[in-house]
């Protein structure tokens, strides 16, 4: 039976040492560990924010945020007139094991890793924002209404209703030049590039020039595919194009309305430089159309399609506009490379649910599609705001970049800063963050880059999350740092 404590209850016992890093991270570990050894039973009235800082002598803020993330992960509940009280927990949160201590200095071995707290993946969508209602909508409109006849195998390039609108919203929205006969529908990204390389390799091209740095493991998709991969570099404008000519590559693999993960923008000059290799060389562009949507403080950027279609094959999907889970997309190519992209598609698979891509073109169709990024570009307006205020707080000015458009951005580091050891301390105090080496063509052996930065993606995590992971992160910076 659950004891109703009144006004709170009796003071509850915590252990603060101010030795031992951040003050907020040990209560809430100690408050998880007291409910997870059922110390305080499910029900139980927690003390007041403004009592246990008394008890501890810490700020009533730094309670109020020790409450506000054991709320959030379902630990406690809260509610008018009731106070926070214990949660029924089902079953043991996974991680197990006591509360750690020294989390402000790195260890010599490496750190254990504690509960993520606060997780800056790029290329998560916030998945609470997912238009799940207008979904079920278009699901529910497309049962009712596809005729019985395309309940059966499909075009095996997709439904041609979802091509067409594909291409239509292409067309207006990012000034390309496909039509519908040249869009094939594909299960996401991933499944479009495998069919687009393989094609590549039937035409004679050997060898294909990726980003460095840039989506992992574009390069283990290529070899797959029997093409040779090569890095390029990426500078403050994005693809070195000079750099391009001199591999001997006859593709290139890119993402230029903003490249991942620096976050830059391929500027007009170096779009006119890397058509002009296209031509020169017979050479086939790829351009993954990777946060193309999302703009913030500068006008939206074309579609290389639309600049050079018969060079470039262009890729996208609603995993990021939408949710990974729908897993659809889509591949627009030149003429030439169509059937062999639909011949791969057929022999690989059946392709994406009929029903799927008849409710996307009908989300798309009847603007659900567009109120929705309307919606969520106000929202990573927002939390890209208060990224930037907290790094430049945290940081100084000048150390965030990649800014004006998508969900991540790249923080630079102090040059004498250790990446490595960044993102391990940080992950021991409960921050999952990937620094810039890990999206490198890295040699074995080879020296870690420089400038040291970390990429940090806000698409799927609260503002009060991003606060509190730049604090952090902050934290572990100096706690690495020599000297």
Wanted: charged fraction near 25%; glycine fraction near 10%.
């Amino acid at each position: 039976m659950t004891v109703d404590w009144a006004r709170g209850g009796p003071d509850f016992l915590v252990a603060l040492d101010r030795d031992a890093g951040p003050l907020g991270f040990q209560l809430q570990d100690q408050l998880r560990a007291a409910i997870r050894d059922r110390r305080l039973g499910a029900g139980e009235r927690l003390p007041s924010t403004r009592r246990l800082a008394e008890l501890l002598g810490v700020s009533r803020g730094t309670v109020v945020e020790a409450y506000e993330q054991l709320l959030a992960e379902g630990y406690v509940e809260s509610a008018v007139g009731s106070g926070t009280r214990v949660a029924a927990l089902s079953s043991t949160p996974p991680e197990a094991g006591p509360a750690r201590r020294g989390l402000g200095v790195p260890p010599a071995s490496p750190p254990s890793v504690r509960r993520v707290e606060v997780d800056f993946e790029y290329g998560i969508p916030d998945l609470g924002s997912v238009p799940l209602t207008d979904w079920s909508w278009a699901v529910s409109e497309a049962t009712r209404t596809l005729p019985t006849a395309e309940l059966g195998d499909e075009d095996p390039a997709g439904s041609r209703h979802l091509r067409e609108v594909v291409t239509a919203y292409h067309r207006r929205v990012r000034s390309g030049c496909a039509v519908a006969e040249d869009a094939v529908v594909v299960s996401g990204f991933r499944q479009g590039l495998t069919f687009a390389l393989a094609t590549l390799a039937q035409h004679g091209i050997e060898r294909i020039a990726l980003e460095d740095p840039g989506p992992r493991e574009h390069d283990v998709i290529a070899l797959r595919a029997g093409l040779d991969p090569v890095p390029v570099p990426v500078d403050d404008h994005g693809l070195d194009v000079g750099r391009l000519r001199a591999t001997g590559a006859r593709a290139v693999l890119l993402t230029p309305a903003h490249q991942c993960p620096t976050g830059v923008v391929l500027g007009p000059s170096r779009r006119r430089d890397l058509a002009a290799w296209a031509d020169e060389v017979d050479g086939v562009i790829l351009e993954d159309d990777y946060d193309a949507e999302f703009r913030y403080d500068r006008q939206p950027v074309g579609s290389i399609q639309g600049l050079n279609p018969d060079r470039v094959i262009a890729l996208g999907s609603v995993s990021k506009t939408l949710a990974p889970a729908i897993r659809l997309g889509w591949v627009l190519a030149p003429a030439r490379f169509v059937a062999g992209i639909v011949e791969e598609k057929r022999l690989s698979s059946r392709g994406a649910p009929g029903l799927d891509q008849e409710a996307l073109a009908l989300l798309m169709e009847t603007g659900r599609f567009d109120r929705h990024l309307r919606r969520v570009r106000e929202v990573y307006h927002a939390r890209r705001d208060v990224l930037a205020a907290e790094a430049e707080l945290a940081f100084g000015p000048g150390r965030l970049h990649g800014l004006a458009a998508g969900c991540h951005a790249q923080l630079r580091l102090p040059d004498e800063t250790s990446e490595p050891a960044v993102v391990a301390t940080a992950a021991a105090m409960g921050v999952r963050v990937n620094g810039l080496a890990h999206y490198r063509f890295a040699p074995a052996g080879a020296a870690e880059p420089r400038p040291p930065a970390l990429v940090l993606g806000f698409g799927n995590i609260s503002e009060l999350q991003i606060r509190r992971g730049i604090r952090t992160l902050a934290e572990a910076v100096r706690h690495t740092c020599p000297g």
